[in-house]
Every structure is written in structure tokens, then in C-alpha cells.
């Protein structure tokens, strides 16, 4: 069955981490946020809560991003856009400290989608030559059969060239509604625990797209011009010959459907550890059980049922009303070291692993890395700047638009200011850049078969925070 949306194509265009679905607008400060001991640690560093100030603190605000890939399709010459973008991710965090423990409520809504490609793709184009490769073989068997009969020298040549991909549309994305609690326990002034656990109601995960095959008019002028020069035929028969061959120019298959029982929950532990003053070093596993999606069906059209099947291979999806579809909540290990340097400076550094193939050794697992640094500008402004590299690799084992490799850099960089003695004012802005460009190629090894390239990637957040 079809992956999670969050792990498709059109998905990774934007940053937002779909498993988890949950962020905060310190995120972009610095990108490196796992060993954090401000309020973001509701979202990044459980175990930290317990190093903020006693009493409680409160998070608003807003993501927004944008980005755009491109994908060559070697076989037609044909470059797709997929573009990706929201510009309403709110968050809201509220958090409890009092001597030793803390607690916090979060509430998040991720869109992680705005995935369109609106000019077609790979995919598409391919589905769009198997339903003309097997309407022109429905016409040639018409043809060829009784009471026409006509002889396959005639035929063949011309249902060769009947049909073919006119272009089409893929648009597919996930609205999050994320409800995330943790607890933290400050064991000793070096050691500190967490447990958390966050519920994801998914109030929309969408599949819409349509496979568009055209009629070529010069196939059937030139056929027709063949049957009245071979003589047998009169001007009447050729005419009904004709009259009757399919006639097609637009959809010729179109879906669009959804997902039923697509809630699930994600779990957390966590622990601090301070092996020295001004030392930080921060763990947290993120795990989950796998859960089945069943797919509703709003609107599903093909112009011949017989060709559905292979329609439904080439998708690896079923056009059923609730077909189970298997999803999986990928583990992922979060670890975070911190340094204060001096009472201005706080160096940090990151590293994801998102264990998508624990059993597999032939298959990578996901990760990424990075360092920032946040500075004390004065006393109300602090500044903070950081990377990330994040490599990507996924096997192509067919013809799909959701195998590729991406290599990613992000820069970030964002300030807090304070409004007042207990108010803050956050901005942040991070850009991604492509650090490569994957090729991949037919087994002859020279035959280009499909090229990935991200464009730039454009993310932002802004917030308050307020303690009281």
C-alpha cells in the first residue's frame, strides 16, 4: 500500500518534521535546538523543562513555509514542478515549573502539505501511457476482429499512435491537530528525566489527481487515408470505421480520496545530563505504534474500469473504499549538546536518527546534523545563528515519484527580544539549499531516467512568549 503522506514526495518539500508534527518559534533560531533550556524544550527537549524558572510560561505563535522541486523525467524530456507551502502552522505551549518537576501542555496544527504538482509527473505521465497503451489495444482488437476484420498490417500502425498522455495533476497533503504533553523530574542538580506522549489527529489526509490521455487527430487522418487508398472500403464504410474509434481529450482517470481511522500517538523519554558547570548534554527517543488508515473514496472515474488494475499497480494504491493502508510511526533518536561558553555566548550542535530501517542493513537510516551558537547582543536581545546538513537517501526500486535523494543545508538564524521584564518577542528565518542533484539512470547505466533538484526552501516563525 501507499506510504504515509508525511513520507512522501510532496511532503518533504516543506521542514516540518510530519511524524512528529509539532514545533515551536524558537525552532529557526538556530536549528539546533535538542539540547535547549528555554520554553521550546516543551517541544525539543523534554527532560530541559527542568531548567527553566519556577512559575508558569506561555508560547504563541506561527510558522510559515514555502518550497519547490523539480523533477526530469528522462523518458518524455519533461521537467515537473511540485510546489509545497503554508503559511498558518500555529502553536501553543503552556508550562508549569515548581522546584523539581515540570509540566507542560502543547497544542499544535501542521498543514505539512500545499503539495500540488499541477503540471503532471513522472508518475502521472506514466499512468497516462498505460491507459492509452490499453485503450489502443482495446481499438485494435475491435478493429481486428469481426465484423470489421481489417488486417493487422493497417491496424497496428495506426493504434500505435492513437493515444497518448496529455498531462494531468497530483495534489496531496495531511492537516496535524497535535495534543502533546510531557513530565520532567529534576533527579539531582546533573540528572534530569522525562516522559511524554502526544496524540495526532490527522482531520485531513487527501490524495487528489487526474491522468489526462488525448486522441491524436493526425493518427486517425492518416488511417483514414490509408483505408480508402487500399480500396476496399467505400467512403460510407471507411466513414463508420472512423466514427466509431474512442475519441478522447481530458481525464481518463480521477481521484480524489482520503483517509478514515488516521489518528495516532507518539511517546517520549528523555534525560539531561550536566557532567560539568555550563555542560548540557540531552537525549530524547521518540517512538510509536504502527496504525492502518482505511481509504474513502469521494470521487474516482475511469473511462474504462478493465484498466483500473494496472492503474492501481502503478500507484501501488487501491481504489476501494476502505482499503486498509499500513502506516508507520518512524522511531527517532534526538540527541543535543550544549556549551556556555561565557554569559554571552552558548555554543550547541545536533544530531537526528530516524530509524526507518531497523532490521534492513541493506537500507539507511535517515539523519541529519548540525551546530548554531546564540550570542547575548544586550541585555533584552539575543541573537542566535546555526546549520544543518541533512543527508536523505531512499532506494528507487520503481518507477515512483516518492523514491529519491535530497541533501539539504539550512541556515537559520533568529532573535528573542525583551518586550518587558516577562514578555518576548521572537523571530526567526531559516533557508534551505540543495546540496546536490540525484540522477537516476536505467540499467544500462547511461540512460537517464529521472533527475531530483530542490529549489530554495524558505521557512519563518514569530511569537511571544510570556512568564508569569
Not at 516543551?42 to 508560547?59: I, K, M, R, T
Request: charged residues 20%; hydrophobic residues 40%; contains cysteine.
Amino acid at each position: 500500500m501507499k506510504k504515509s503522506l508525511c513520507l512522501s514526495l510532496l511532503a518533504v518539500l516543506l521542514t516540518a518534521e510530519c511524524a512528529l508534527a509539532q514545533n515551536s518559534i524558537y525552532r529557526y533560531k538556530t536549528n539546533n535546538r535538542n539540547a535547549t533550556e528555554s520554553v521550546d524544550a516543551a517541544v525539543y527537549n523534554p527532560a530541559g523543562l527542568v531548567w527553566l524558572q519556577d512559575g508558569v510560561h506561555v508560547e504563541i505563535g506561527n510558522q510559515f513555509g514555502y518550497g519547490t522541486k523539480e523533477i526530469y523525467d528522462g523518458l518524455t524530456g519533461t521537467t515537473y514542478e511540485a510546489t509545497g507551502g503554508s503559511s498558518f502552522d500555529p502553536t501553543a505551549i503552556i508550562i508549569y515549573k515548581k522546584g523539581n518537576w515540570a509540566a507542560n501542555f502543547a497544542f499544535g496544527a501542521s498543514s505539512s502539505s500545499g503539495g500540488k504538482m499541477e503540471n503532471g509527473s513522472p508518475m502521472i505521465t506514466m499512468g497516462g501511457y498505460g491507459v492509452a497503451m490499453g485503450m489502443a489495444a482495446g481499438v485494435n482488437q475491435t478493429l481486428t476482429s469481426d465484423p470489421v476484420g481489417l488486417p493487422h498490417s493497417l491496424v497496428d500502425p495506426f493504434t500505435e499512435n492513437l493515444y497518448g498522455p496529455a498531462g494531468g495533476s497530483l495534489e496531496e497533503g495531511a492537516l496535524d491537530v497535535g495534543f502533546l504533553a510531557n513530565v520532567a523530574f529534576l533527579a539531582s542538580k546533573w540528572l534530569s528525566f522525562s516522559l511524554g506522549a502526544k496524540y495526532m489527529v490527522r482531520t485531513d489526509d487527501y490524495l487528489r489527481g487526474n491522468v489526462m490521455v488525448a486522441t491524436s487527430s493526425e493518427a486517425i487522418s492518416d488511417f483514414e487515408a490509408s483505408l480508402l487508398a487500399d480500396g476496399s472500403l467505400s467512403q460510407e464504410e471507411v466513414d463508420a470505421i472512423i466514427g466509431g474509434i474512442p475519441v478522447v481529450d481530458g481525464d481518463v482517470a480521477r481521484v480524489d480520496a482520503s483517509y478514515d481511522d488516521n489518528n495516532y500517538w507518539v511517546f517520549s523519554v528523555g534525560a539531561n545530563v550536566r557532567p560539568s558547570e555550563g555542560w548540557l548534554v540531552a537525549q530524547t527517543l521518540y517512538f510509536g505504534p504502527s496504525y492502518t488508515a482505511y481509504l474513502r473514496l469521494n470521487d474516482f472515474y475511469m473511462i474504462d474500469p478493465s484498466l483500473q488494475a494496472g492503474l492501481e499497480e502503478l500507484l501501488d494504491m487501491a481504489f476501494e473504499d476502505g482499503a486498509p493502508d499500513d502506516r508507520e510511526v518512524v522511531p527517532q533518536y534526538r540527541l543535543g549538546v550544549a556549551w556556555h561558553v561565557s554569559d554571552r555566548w552558548r555554543l550547541e550542535a545536533d544530531l537526528h536518527v530516524d530509524f526507518e530501517h531497523i532490521t534492513d542493513s541493506d537500507e539507511p537510516n535517515e539523519f541529519a546534523w548540525g551546530v548554531g551558537a546564540e550570542y547575548q547582543l544586550s541585555g533584552r536581545v539575543n541573537w542566535g545563528l546555526g546549520f544543518k546538513y541533512q543527508p536523505v537517501s531512499r532506494d528507487q526500486e520503481k518507477m515512483s515519484d516518492t523514491d529519491f535523494r535530497n541533501d539539504m543545508l539550512w541556515l537559520a538564524s533568529g532573535a528573542d527580544i525583551d518586550v518587558t521584564d516577562r514578555l518576548k518577542g521572537v523571530v526567526t528565518i531559516e533557508l534551505g539549499f540543495a546540496t546536490s542533484e540525484y540522477d537516476y539512470y536505467l540499467e544500462d547505466g547511461t540512460t537517464l531516467l529521472k533527475s531530483y533538484r530542490d529549489n530554495l526552501n524558505k521557512s519563518a516563525t514569530l511569537g511571544l512568549v510570556y512568564y508569569f
